[in-house]
């Protein structure tokens, strides 16, 4: 019973180049959710999914891709990795039976961009 | 103004105090309301839900005055694993599923 999962859990990257954080659930939820949360400060919304192949911008998702082929899936990438993108990454998916926004999160991707 | 409005503090409380947090939230519209716990630096996990007539779980009660649009989580007789942020969560129960986070009052249990 794995729940949800991210991968990897720390990274280490250089400015300009590309990284891809793995997001991957068994609750066939059908929700998915990318927040960033740099230290001391709130979980800010990067891309959300209501299911397959549908996504969308949440509050600050310049910088940043995603996909989701499956609805298990929500890898996020960034096409050109920043400084300032140096933070915690966490995804959290939800939808499930009676409580559909309850919010369950992975454990969390912590990047640093050097 | 933020939608979802939280006093960060840190509240510093001996073990066994009785201390209580509030949250306002801006949009009348909002549907479903939870409090989350997060622990430093680790994922947030859902402590409770708040349901409008009010609930409680152990020594945690919470709840939402949709009238003055703030929800209240109240924790009785702290222990020191209960020193935490916790954060206040709103949802418009719109088919994105998207919810609102406030960014957290911290809260130090100390012996």
């Known amino acids: 019973d794995a729940g949800i999962t991210q991968s990897p859990r720390y990274k280490i990257t250089e400015t300009g180049r590309q990284v891809t954080l793995m997001c991957h659930q068994t609750?066939?939820?059908?929700?998915m959710f990318w927040y960033r949360q740099d230290l001391g400060h709130g979980l800010r919304l990067i891309y959300y999914?209501?299911?397959?192949?549908?996504?969308d911008k949440g509050e600050v998702p310049d910088g940043y891709v995603v996909s989701r082929s499956k609805t298990e899936n929500f890898p996020l990438t960034l096409e050109s990795a920043t400084r300032s993108q140096t933070s915690v990454y966490f995804c959290?998916?939800?939808?499930?039976?009676?409580?559909?926004?309850?919010?369950?999160f992975g454990p969390g991707t912590r990047l640093t961009v050097t | 103004r933020k939608e979802v409005e939280q006093d960060p503090g840190p509240f510093n409380v001996p073990e066994g105090a009785t201390v209580a947090f509030n949250c306002t939230y801006s949009?009348?519209?909002?549907?479903?309301f939870f409090w989350y716990r997060q622990d430093c630096r680790k994922e947030p996990k859902l402590l409770m839900s708040?349901?409008?007539s009010g609930n409680e779980d152990g020594r945690f009660t919470a709840q939402l005055n949709r009238a003055s649009q703030y929800i209240s989580l109240l924790i009785r007789d702290s222990k020191l694993s209960d020193s935490a942020t916790y954060l206040c969560?709103?949802?418009?129960?719109?088919?994105?599923?998207?919810?609102?986070f406030g960014d957290g009052t911290t809260l130090t249990v100390k012996p």
């Open positions: 949009n009348s519209a909002s549907q479903s």
């Open positions: 999914s209501a299911a397959a192949d549908i996504t």
């Open positions: 969560v709103v949802n418009y129960n719109t088919n994105a599923g998207k919810s609102t």
């Open positions: 708040v349901y409008s």
């Open positions: 609750w066939s939820h059908s929700y």
């Open positions: 959290a998916s939800s939808g499930s039976g009676t409580k559909p926004y309850e919010q369950y």
